[in-house]
């Protein structure tokens, strides 16, 4: 029987589990969690503070998950060490586990640029996991003072949800326009604006230059004080397993499209990986649910002995703030078709007869359609009626891919 290691337990951990049992029911399976509870839906942190949601509906699988694939979970263990050689892992405890298969599948954790006196700050958090959000959701009060470092993705969807205790929430960001990883500064002030409406306070093109206690002194010498201090900065890659083993790395883990490390045997999935985005052909972290769910599923499939390859990673992003919904996948480059409305924006990049990248905010219908269109590099000549403006539906599709699609939904 082959004994199947998970180093992690989040989204691309369960894609992993369940790629091993579509092939093999039997074989041992371990899954380590460094985090107390059960995979849950990571993206929906921010609707925690809000009480929008609790841990129980967070869950990414139903409770029984574990039981039903006969998985055993370590929780609150960190592995610590890989080795290749003799195929074994150790553990925080100083245990250690042996290993035929093993998917490194720890995602990333919060990175925090160095500033002046920041150890001193009280009442800091981070912004990436439900224990974060617990901290966070117990500290502050309807009368406190936040300030939110980044105006990225994390930085936002904290700011959202924090709105609902505190009206006083100022975001910073060294870059001089919001979302600046997804959006032109164009699409971001339209963005930007929706946020001011709902209270929440920018200054932007501007940071910490140093804390004075809980005042921040922002480089442009104005100063800030909070109760409250967020750094939502970025993220790295937990890739020290595979790094420290000797295994390639680049800014994550290196892995082919079946998620084989350069290590023989060891896999990697998710948010820890950098792989190719089809949309322009860069290797890139695509630090994404879908993403994190198929390279697991496809390293699952392929520990177990059967084949799969995971080759049309995109950068995807599909998130809403207060009532505004946008959608962007692929690359803003080529060339481009806008079609801008009192309440939404629609871009559409196009480069050698093939759709490479969409932006939509405020309206997001048949976001499904063009993400498919994308990802299977479809060319736009083959789509019969493929237009913008009107709505989008099976019947652009050309009759090959009309009858693939549909024979795998049926199969
Ligand atoms: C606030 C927020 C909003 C987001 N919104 C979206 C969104 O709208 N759409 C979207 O697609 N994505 C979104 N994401 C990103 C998405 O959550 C991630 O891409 C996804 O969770 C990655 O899954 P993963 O399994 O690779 O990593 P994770 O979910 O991070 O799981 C990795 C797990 O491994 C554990 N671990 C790390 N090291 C070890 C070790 N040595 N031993 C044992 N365990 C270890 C970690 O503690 C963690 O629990 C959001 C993320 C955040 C934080």
């Known amino acids: 029987m082959s004994r199947y290691v998970i180093v992690g337990n989040g989204t691309a951990a369960i894609g992993c589990v369940e790629g091993i049992r579509f092939v093999d029911p039997l074989g041992k399976i371990t899954v380590l969690s460094k985090e107390n509870h059960p995979a849950y839906c990571r993206p929906l942190i921010s609707y925690f503070l809000e009480d929008k949601t609790d841990p129980k509906k967070m869950l990414y699988r139903a409770e029984t998950f574990y ?101 006083n929430i100022t975001v910073c960001d060294l870059a001089d326009h919001v979302l600046s990883s997804i959006l032109d500064a164009k699409d971001a002030a339209f963005v930007q604006k929706h946020l001011e409406a709902n209270d929440l306070k920018f200054t932007l093109h501007n940071s910490v230059a140093k804390f004075k206690g809980n005042t921040a002194i922002m480089q442009n010498g104005d100063e800030i004080p909070f109760d409250i201090l967020v750094t939502a900065v970025g993220v790295r890659a937990n890739w020290g397993l595979v790094k420290d083993a000797g295994g390639a790395c680049g800014r994550a883990i290196t892995v082919n499209e079946k998620m084989e490390t350069s ?58 703030f207060f009532g505004l919904h946008m959608m962007t996948a692929g690359s803003r480059k080529g060339q481009m078709k806008t079609d801008i409305q009192k309440d939404s924006i629609k871009r559409f990049y196009k480069e050698d007869g093939k759709l490479i990248g969409f932006v939509l905010i405020g309206d997001v219908q048949n976001a499904g359609v063009y993400t498919n269109i994308l990802r299977n590099q479809i060319p736009i000549k083959s789509l019969s009626e493929f237009n913008i403006k009107k709505s989008p539906s099976m019947a652009t599709y050309d009759e090959e891919f009309r009858r693939k699609t549909l024979e795998s939904v049926v199969k």
């Open 67 to 167: 039981e039903d694939n006969g998985c055993e979970v370590l929780y609150n263990v960190s592995a610590t060490a890989l080795d290749p050689e003799t195929k074994t892992l150790t553990l925080d405890s100083g245990d250690t586990l042996s290993y035929d298969k093993i998917c490194v599948a720890t995602g990333s954790s919060p990175f925090v640029p160095p500033m002046e006196n920041l150890e001193n700050v009280k009442n800091r958090f981070s912004f990436l996991t439900l224990d974060d959000a617990k901290a966070l959701k117990k500290a502050v009060k309807p009368s406190s003072r936040v300030l939110i470092i980044g105006a990225g993705l994390i930085g936002l969807k904290c700011a959202e949800g924090l709105r609902a205790i505190t009206k």
């Open 263 to 320: 290590l023989e045997d060891v896999y990697a999935a998710g948010d820890c990986t950098e792989s190719t985005d089809i949309s322009d052909s860069l290797i890139k972290v695509m630090a994404l649910m879908p993403n994190a769910y198929m390279q697991g599923y496809t390293a699952g499939i392929n520990m177990a002995g059967g084949e799969k390859v995971f080759d049309n990673a995109i950068p995807m992003n599909s998130i809403g």
